[in-house]
Structure formats: structure tokens, C-alpha cells
């Protein structure tokens, strides 16, 4: 009885009506759910016309440019992308050709995950996938991962101290912290230590708010604190604005690899603060991807050839 009701439903729905309604709620804007389905502008809004009269609801209202789902359309976003993903991996079982795929991936990640893989990561698509193309969002920790879990984006490079449980990982690499400071002002004895840490103003990195707890959960362990002199988001410029000056990076190694090394110093920090290891987040309706799942092994094979 029950696989005849099913039978009934789906004879009443065309499943490429189901398709677009993923595009729309992902895009919130006709033109680009267009351009992203290669539609035209009218078959979408067409489209949903039909979504609308089948499901009985707007799903999608006009505010200023964008389109802003209703609350049925927000219940229905999550089953409807996973329903899709499971889908698509039942009729394509593990088959993916990087050389012939045109796809388009939605990775995260900040600037110092960008100089560390993103460069190596487009040469080899160039070489062997060239009709994937990437789409780099920059946000904070928690930006990533609310993006994953809604769909916004298919991988997420950085450190997630509390993952998600609908979330799965890769492990990159261990990283740790170093104090980046111009040489001309450490102390005599060449030593930068707790004293002379804790007087210096700092340089903190971070994205809309979400900065490294790590140090300062590290500094509360030993009932310290610091003072932030100038914060910003850009790991580009930051070593920069610790030459010639008393400020006091203190950040991942791996973001000072391209540093002046005749002006400036990378020193252990004079307390302890744990390593961390930095992943790639998907979402686990994705784990049957071949796609995802190949773009996740060339990011670990271009930071293997970097040792």
C-alpha cells in the first residue's frame, strides 16, 4: 500500500521541478539558478509557477533583489538536498572522469589556507580537471561550517575544534604557533620571553569576530593576558606590520613562510599552547560524492608534495 501511494506521488511530480527548487533555495535569485542549471531566466520562473501551485505554498518571496525562502521552504531545503545527493549517487555509483567533469565547487577557507594549497590545488585541475572550476568564500570558523551544513558549501579548510556531528573531517596536517617579531627588538639576550610577550601590544588575526581562542585559552590556563594592539583578517599583511615595530604576531607557522627572514623572527612563544590540526570539512550526505571525495584527495596529495 505504502510503495502505491509513492508510486501515485511521484507520478504527480516531475523531478526536475525538484532539481530547480534545490538551485533556487541555494541561490535565492532566478538568473543564477538559471545560470547555474544552464536554463533559461523563463523556464525557471516557469518552473516555479509550478513548484508554487504543487506544493501550495510562495516558497520563494521577492525582497529587494533577492528572493527569501518561506518557512516551507526552509523545511524543506535540507531533506530536498539530501534526497538529490542520494539520487545522484544511486544512479552514478562511484563514477567520476576529472578529465572530462564541468562542475563547480564552493570551497572555504581563509588566506593562509589559500598560500598554503590553493596554487598547487589549481595547477593540477588545470592539468587534469579543467572543466572544474572553484568558487574560494572566505568567512569565519563558524561561517564555514553553518555553510556546509546548509549546503552553501561543499568543503571547508581551517581548524574545527567543535565539529558538528553531521559534519566529517580529513585531518591535513598538525600545525602549531610561533611569535613573529622584527630581530632589531628582541631583548639582549635574543630571548623572547614571558615578561617582554606580555608587555608588548599584539597583532590578532581574525574573521568577523571569530579570532584564535586557542592563544587566548592558552594565556588564561597561566591567569595572563594580553593586549591587542590592532586587529584585522588579512594574514597577508600582518607580518608586514611587525617590522620596524615592538608588535608581536603570534600565529600559525605555516603563515610565515614567505616572510623577510633578514627583518623578522619567528620564535617559539614563551608559554604552551597545544597544536591543532587543521581539516577539510564536508557534510556527511556528501560522503558518497566521488567528485567531493577526488577533490579532497588532490588537496592532500598538493600538501604531500610540499612535505
Known amino acids: 500500500m505504502q510503495n502505491m501511494q509513492l508510486m501515485n506521488d511521484l507520478r504527480r511530480i516531475d523531478l526536475n521541478l525538484l532539481v530547480i527548487l534545490d538551485a533556487l533555495l541555494s541561490e535565492q535569485h532566478v538568473t543564477r539558478a538559471a545560470e547555474r542549471l544552464h536554463l533559461s531566466q523563463p523556464a525557471v520562473s516557469h518552473a516555479l509557477a509550478r513548484l508554487r501551485d504543487l506544493l ?12 527569501v525562502p518561506t518557512a516551507r521552504a526552509l523545511e524543506l531545503a535540507m531533506p530536498l538536498a539530501e534526497a538529490l545527493a542520494q539520487v545522484q549517487a544511486l544512479l552514478e555509483p562511484n563514477r ?12 572555504a577557507m581563509s588566506d593562509y589556507s589559500a598560500a598554503i594549497f590553493l596554487p598547487g590545488l589549481v595547477r593540477t585541475l588545470r592539468r587534469e580537471a579543467p572543466g572544474i572550476d572553484l568558487q574560494i568564500i572566505q568567512a569565519s570558523r ?31 596536517f ?11 627588538s628582541l631583548p639582549a639576550s635574543g630571548v623572547l620571553d614571558l615578561p617582554t610577550y606580555l608587555a608588548r601590544p599584539h597583532v590578532l588575526l581574525e574573521m568577523r569576530g571569530s579570532g584564535t581562542p586557542e592563544i587566548e585559552r ?13 586587529s584585522l583578517p588579512h594574514w ?9 615595530t615592538d608588535l608581536v604576531l603570534t600565529v600559525s607557522s605555516r603563515g610565515l613562510l614567505n616572510i623577510d627572514h633578514e627583518r623578522l623572527l619567528a620564535v ?3 608559554f604552551h599552547i597545544p597544536s591543532f590540526a587543521f581539516v577539510l570539512a564536508w ?23 610540499r612535505g
Not at 563558524?142 to 552553501?152: H, I, K, R, S, T
Open 218 to 230: 592558552a594565556l588564561t590556563a597561566i591567569r595572563e593576558r594580553r593586549h591587542v594592539s590592532i
Open 268 to 270: 617559539p612563544p614563551p
Open 236 to 244: 597577508g599583511v600582518a607580518p608586514q606590520l611587525i617590522q620596524g
Open 142 to 172: 563558524e561561517g564555514m561550517l553553518d555553510g556546509v551544513l546548509n549546503g552553501d558549501i561543499d568543503l571547508a579548510a581551517g581548524v574545527f575544534p567543535d565539529m558538528p556531528a553531521e559534519l566529517r573531517s580529513t585531518p591535513l
Open 56 to 67: 501550495g505554498d510562495a516558497l520563494l518571496v521577492r525582497q529587494g533583489s533577492s528572493l
Open 283 to 305: 557534510h556527511s550526505r556528501r560522503g558518497g560524492d566521488p567528485a567531493l571525495q577526488w577533490l579532497n584527495g588532490q588537496v592532500q596529495g598538493v600538501l604531500s608534495e
Open 96 to 107: 567520476f572522469d576529472p578529465a572530462s567533469a564541468k562542475r563547480t565547487f564552493r570551497v
Open 174 to 184: 598538525e600545525e602549531h604557533y610561533v611569535c613573529l617579531v622584527d630581530r632589531d
